[in-house]
C-alpha cells in the first residue's frame, strides 16, 4: 500500500491509519479501552490505548522486561555508560534514510538494545518520533530490512518508561506501511535475485516478517506468516549451510549475521512456547561451533569476502554464544584469548548478537558449563572449502587461514573473485588483511569493484586476469568450484593442497592453479603457486599478491619484510621481483592494505611461485636463506615444476623440503635425503 497523505496534525492522521490496520474483532481487544475508543470513532484514543494494550500485555512474550531493563541499568558501568550516550549522540547527526541500505539505521533503530536500555532519554524517543512522522511520505520507499530493524527496536523499548506511547504512535505507523510493502518484495525472490540455495536476506527479511506475525497478531494481514514456523525455518537452515555448518555466501561476516538470526528466532519461539526440531538445533550448533574454529590470536575473524564489522567480535560475542549454546571450547576461548575482557554490565552477561533478544541474565548458564579446550588446532571445513592452521590456541600464535570455496553461483554474491585467499596471523599481529566491501559506495564502482577483484586479496594471478571476472554487484562471469587434494594436520605441521580451473575460461592461454601451504608449526609456512598452462610455447606474467595490514619494506636481497612492535612476516622468495605500493582505492573506516607484489614477467611456459614465510617479533628478524635443491628421480634431475626441492637456512639451522607436484612420483634424492613419499620434511617428516 502507498503512504497515506502526509495532513497538517500528524498524530490525527497516524491514528486513523494505525487504526484502519488493526484486526479489531480480534478476540483480546474487544473489551479493551483501545475497542471502546475506536467504536466511539475516537481514533486518536484508541491508537494510544492500543499501544499501551501492546506493551502491557503478557502474551506473546516479545522479549525484555522491566526487571531485566533495571538489572542492567543497576550493574551498567560508568564506561558503558559514556559510550551508550556517545553513540545516540552520534546517532541523531545521521541521516534518517540515507546510505545504501534507507531502511532507518541512521536513527536509534541503529542502536543495541542495551544502549537504548540504559541510555535512551523522553527527548531522545520524541526527536526519533518526529522524524519517523516526517518521514512519513517515504515510508513505503525505505529498504528492504525496515521491518527488521523494527524487530529490533520495538521490544528493546517496550519496557521503557522514557518512550511514551505517543513516540511509539509513528512507529507502528511506519511498520505497518512498508510491512505489506516489503513483503511484496519478498514473495518475488527467488532463483534469479538470490540463487536456489537460501540467503541471509531470507532469513533476515522472512525471519522478522514472522518474528512481527508472532508478536502482533492485531494487526490486519499479519496473522497468517505465523505459518512459517516451523517448516520454513527447518528447510532454510539446511539449504543455507554446508553440511560443517558454514554458510554457503563465502564470506564469515555474513555467516556470523546469519547465525544470529537463527538463534533469536529459536529463542524468542522457545519464550513464546514454540519448538524447533533436533535437526535444526543440531545444524545451528555446528553454525555456532564454526566461529570457534575460526577465530584468530588476535580475537577477530578472518576477513573473506564482504566485511562491514572489523572489531574484535570474540570479545563481544563468544561468551553469550558460549552461553546459549553450551559450548565449553567457547567458554574456554573466552577465558583464554580474552581474560580481561571488558564487562560493561559487571557480573550480568547479555546477549551481544544482532538480532532481537529475549532479555536474559545469560551469566547462570555460563557459570555452568565447564571450559574445555579445543582437542585440535587445526581446522578443516571440507565441505564449505574453509582451512585454518595454528601454533597453539594462544593470543601470541601463528595463524593461517585459506578460503577455497566454491564460488560464482548467486548465493556466494558475498564472496569476492579469488580463489585460496590467505589470511596470515604472526605471533598474535594480523600481517595479511582483507579489503571489506566499502561503505556505502556505488556497488558498480571502482571502490567496489576493486575490493572484489584477484588481485586485491593474497593469492596468485597470470596475466593480470581475475579468477573469476566481474559481471556486475554480486554477479560473476563464471564458476569456479576448487579441488582440495590433499589436509594433513600433524603435532609438527600442516599442510593444504589445492587446484582450481579459473583459467581454463582463456582457452589456448588457460592454466590450471595450485595452491599449497606447508606449516612447520611454530616455525615457517612454506607457501607454493603453480600454474600448470595448456601451451608450453606461449610467455606469461605471474603475480604473487599479499594484502599487507602492517607497515613493510623491501630489503636488498630481494626479501621483503614487516615492520613495527608485536608480531612480524620475513618474505624470502626463491623467484619473483618485489615491489610495493599503497591501496589503490583507500577508503575510510576500512582496511586499506598495501601491496605486496612478487612478479614474474615473461616467463615462457609454466609458473612457479616458492616463498618462504617466517614469523618473528619486534625487530628480532631472522638470518634466512632459501634455495632450490635439485630432485633425482626417475633416472634424471627433475624440474622445479615436477618436485620441488628446497633448502632452507634460519640462522644456520638447515631443513630440506621436497615436494612433488606431479601425478606420479618414484624414489627420490635430494639434499643429502633420500625418500620415496610426495611430501618430505628433514625435521617431522622421514
Request: proline residues 7%.
Amino acid at each position: 500500500m502507498g503512504a497515506p497523505p502526509f495532513e497538517a496534525n500528524p498524530m490525527t492522521s497516524l491514528a486513523r491509519e494505525l487504526c484502519q490496520q488493526i484486526d479489531w474483532q480480534y478476540p483480546a481487544l474487544a473489551r479493551t479501552a483501545a475497542a471502546q475508543a475506536y467504536r466511539a470513532n475516537d481514533c486518536e484514543t484508541a491508537a494510544l490505548e492500543f499501544v499501551h494494550y501492546l506493551r502491557q500485555r503478557r502474551r506473546p512474550f516479545c522479549g525484555y522486561s522491566p526487571a531485566y531493563v533495571a538489572a542492567l541499568r543497576r550493574h551498567a558501568t560508568p564506561a558503558f555508560r559514556r559510550q551508550a550516550q556517545a553513540e545516540l549522540s552520534r546517532l541523531r547527526t545521521v541521516p534518517f534514510l540515507g546510505g545504501d541500505h534507507p531502511d532507518g539505521r541512521g536513527t536509534l533503530l541503529a542502536a543495541r538494545p542495551e544502549v537504548l536500555q540504559v541510555a535512551g532519554t523522553p527527548a531522545d524517543f520524541e526527536e526519533f518520533a518526529r522524524r519517523v512522522a516526517a518521514s512519513q511520505p517515504r515510508w513505503d520507499k525505505s529498504a528492504k530490512h525496515t521491518i527488521f530493524q523494527l524487530a529490533r527496536f520495538l521490544p528493546a523499548v517496550f519496557p521503557l518508561a522514557e518512550c511514551s506511547d505517543e513516540a511509539l504512535l509513528p512507529v507502528f505507523g511506519w511498520l505497518t506501511t512498508i510491512f505489506p510493502t516489503e513483503w511484496a518484495e519478498a514473495r518475488t525472490w527467488g532463483d534469479t535475485m538470490l540463487g536456489p540455495s537460501g540467503h541471509n536476506w531470507w532469513v533476515a527479511q522472512l525471519g522478522a516478517t514472522w518474528i512481527h506475525a508472532l508478536l502482533f497478531p492485531e494487526f490486519r494481514g499479519f496473522t497468517k506468516f505465523r505459518a512459517f514456523f516451523p517448516d520454513w525455518f527447518e528447510r532454510e537452515i539446511q539449504l543455507l549451510t554446508h553440511s560443517d555448518g558454514f554458510t554457503r555466501e563465502c564470506t564469515v561476516a555474513y555467516h556470523l549475521a546469519t547465525t544470529a538470526a537463527f538463534i533469536e528466532v529459536s529463542r524468542l519461539a522457545a519464550a513464546n512456547g514454540l519448538r524447533l526440531s533436533p535437526a535444526f538445533h543440531e545444524r545451528l550448533r555446528r553454525m555456532a561451533a564454526v566461529e570457534w574454529k575460526l577465530v584468530q590470536p588476535t580475537g577477530h575473524y578472518p576477513a573473506f569476502g564482504d566485511i562491514h564489522n572489523l572489531e574484535p567480535f570474540l570479545f563481544q560475542r563468544v561468551p553469550s554464544l558460549a552461553a546459549l549454546t553450551g559450548s565449553p571450547e567457547m567458554k574456554w576461548l573466552a577465558e583464554h584469548l580474552a581474560p580481561r575482557r571488558p564487562r560493561p554490565f559487571g557480573k550480568l552477561l547479555i546477549e551481544t548478537l544482532q538480532f532481537p533478544s529475549v532479555g536474559e541474565d545469560l551469566a547462570p548458564r555460563y557459570r555452568r558449563i565447564k571450559a574445555r579446550a579445543p582437542a585440535t588446532l587445526d581446522t578443516a571445513l571440507p565441505a564449505s572449502g574453509i582451512f585454518v592452521m595454528r601454533q597453539n590456541w594462544t593470543r601470541q600464535a601463528d595463524y593461517a587461514a585459506l578460503d577455497a570455496s566454491a564460488r560464482g553461483n548467486i548465493v556466494s554474491s558475498h564472496g569476492h573473485g579469488a580463489i585460496f585467499d590467505l589470511m596470515l596471523v604472526c605471533r598474535g599481529r594480523a600481517i595479511t588483511v582483507g579489503n571489506g566491501k566499502g561503505p556505502d559506495v556505488g556497488m558498480d564502482e571502482p571502490r567496489r569493484h576493486w575490493r572484489v577483484k584477484s588481485e586485491s586479496h593474497t593469492v596468485a594471478t597470470m596475466d593480470g586476469e581475475d579468477h573469476l571476472p566481474w559481471r556486475r554487484a554480486y554477479r560473476f562471469a563464471n564458476h569456479v568450484s576448487p579441488t582440495i587434494e590433499v589436509w594433513r594436520s600433524e603435532p609438527g605441521f600442516a599442510y593444504f593442497s589445492g587446484a582450481h580451473e579459473a583459467y581454463e575460461r582463456l582457452g589456448d592461454r588457460g592454466a590450471v592453479c595450485r595452491r599449497k601451504l606447508f606449516y612447520r608449526r611454530g616455525r615457517y609456512w612454506i607457501l607454493m603457486d603453480r600454474f600448470g598452462v595448456a601451451n608450453v610455447t606461449q610467455t606469461h606474467t605471474y603475480r604473487q599478491h599479499f594484502q599487507l595490514g602492517v607497515p613493510a619494506r623491501v630489503l636488498a636481497n630481494g626479501q621483503v619484510t614487516t615492520t613495527g612492535r608485536g608480531g612480524n612476516l620475513l618474505f624470502v622468495p626463491v623467484a619473483g621481483v618485489p615491489s610495493l605500493a599503497p591501496c589503490p582505492w583507500p577508503l575510510e573506516g576500512y582496511f586499506n592494505p598495501r601491496q605486496l607484489v612478487f612478479t614474474q614477467p615473461n616467463v615462457t611456459g609454466h609458473g612457479l611461485f616458492v616463498t618462504v614465510l617466517v614469523p618473528f617479533r619486534d625487530t628480532a628478524r631472522p638470518n634466512v636463506q632459501a634455495r632450490l635443491l635439485p630432485v633425482m628421480a626417475d633416472d634424471r634431475e627433475l624440474s622445479p615444476w615436477e618436485a620441488t626441492g628446497l633448502e632452507i637456512v634460519i640462522n644456520g639451522r638447515r631443513e630440506v623440503y621436497v615436494d612433488f607436484h606431479v601425478t606420479w612420483y618414484l624414489p627420490w634424492k635430494c639434499g643429502g635425503h633420500t625418500g620415496q613419499h610426495r611430501l618430505f620434511h628433514s625435521t617431522v617428516l622421514r
